[in-house]
């Protein structure tokens, strides 16, 4: 009796939070402690002035440390040098440190950071820790949630280093640091009244996705609409573009499609 009190509980808080599990950005709120996630991240990006598509694929495993703590493991694999390969890999560790939940609806804020190494060569002015650069990204994000709407935004700092020991950051030290800042609506589409936790979840949202580079000045800023469904309350596909609306920075592959792939493993470990 009491490990299914614990599923439903989980079940629960699952469902209540879909609409929040944002494609492009991460949330402030966690996976379920005790819990286990698996992703895999496909990003398709046409390359600039080519008829070459860039194909990014990172597998991605979450714990559930405790209910404020998870920790994330990534591999960066890419095509972008004539072969598929492997290119690194990060850690990611989100740390929840205040909730005000009531019913139907929740604020949250936790801070964050991610440390990156990739032997790539460096070829853009955007600082990406996530498939493209070595470095570390410090930051904070908050997420408001009122019944089947919730808004999620966050600020992070970044500072690249060289790639390896032969990709040097060519573009020098003064522009190695950067800025991220973003903002994320989601709305819980269907189902219209919730009767049972097998009811597959579709959510739609728009995320703005902006970078300053503190030396340089340089920037961009993009938007990226999705559609994500959530199925068993366990499993979910997310399906998005990403645009580039302004940039003043040298991008070699700012739009395409991305697709994300995740199953959650509630109770995994206690």
């Given amino acids: 009796m009491k490990y299914q009190l614990l599923v439903i509980t989980l079940i629960s808080s699952f469902y209540s939070n879909a609409q929040e599990l944002y494609a492009a950005t991460e949330p402030a709120s966690n996976i379920a402690s005790g819990s286990i996630g698996l992703r895999l991240n496909n990003s398709v990006m ?50 929840r440190f205040l909730s005000n939940d009531a019913l139907q609806r929740h604020f949250r804020m936790a801070g964050f950071g991610r440390i990156s190494y990739n032997n790539s060569d460096i070829h853009q002015e955007e600082i990406n820790m996530n498939g493209h650069n070595s470095g570390t990204e410090l930051g904070l994000v908050a997420t408001q949630l009122i019944k089947k709407v919730a808004f999620s935004s966050s600020v992070s700092f970044l500072k690249a280093v060289d790639n390896g020991d032969n990709n040097k950051f060519i573009y020098g030290s003064k522009v190695s640091k950067a800025i991220n800042y973003t903002f994320s609506i989601g709305k819980l589409m269907l189902p219209k009244e919730y009767k049972d936790y097998r009811q597959t979840n579709v959510n739609l949202m728009v995320e703005l996705l902006n970078q300053v580079n503190t030396g340089s000045g340089k920037y961009y800023v993009d938007i990226a609409p999705s559609v994500q469904m959530i199925f068993n309350s366990q499993s979910r596909i997310d399906i998005g573009y990403r645009k580039e609306i302004s940039s003043t920075m040298i991008r070699t592959a700012p739009n395409g499609f991305y697709i994300r792939l995740e199953r959650n493993f509630f109770n995994a470990f206690f």
Avoid: C, D, Q, W
Wanted: aromatic share 14%; proline share 2%.
């Fill in 46 to 95: 046409n390359e600039k002035n080519s008829s070459k598509i860039n194909y990014h694929f990172i597998p991605e495993l979450m714990i559930g440390v405790s209910k404020k703590l998870m920790i994330t493991g990534n591999v960066f694999f890419s095509n972008r040098n004539k072969t598929f390969r492997t290119e690194g890999g990060s850690m990611y560790a989100k740390y």
